[in-house]
């Protein structure tokens, strides 16, 4: 969990990783709510998922062709 929550914050990784990373702990941390409870204050699964929305430009830029926005959102 530690990782997935830095990589969605790391300023150097790539957007689509940050996507990737916040997409997977908004899911965890709604499945198992409970493993977080004892931990330091961390994103809510609203948080998290609005930072995942947040990304979703940056992966799939309009400067691409719809084949290039299409491969790149997979």
Known sequence: MEL???AMQ????PPLEQL????????LLSEF?????YTLPRPTVFQ????????VP???WL???VRGRYTSGK
């Open 4 to 6: 997935y929550l830095e």
């Open 10 to 13: 790391h300023p150097t990784s």
């Open 20 to 27: 990737q990373a916040s997409v997977l702990y908004a899911l």
């Open 33 to 37: 709510p409970h493993i977080f409870t």
């Open 48 to 55: 998290t998922y609005e930072l995942a929305l947040s990304l």
């Open 58 to 60: 940056q992966c799939i």
């Open 63 to 65: 400067g691409n062709d």
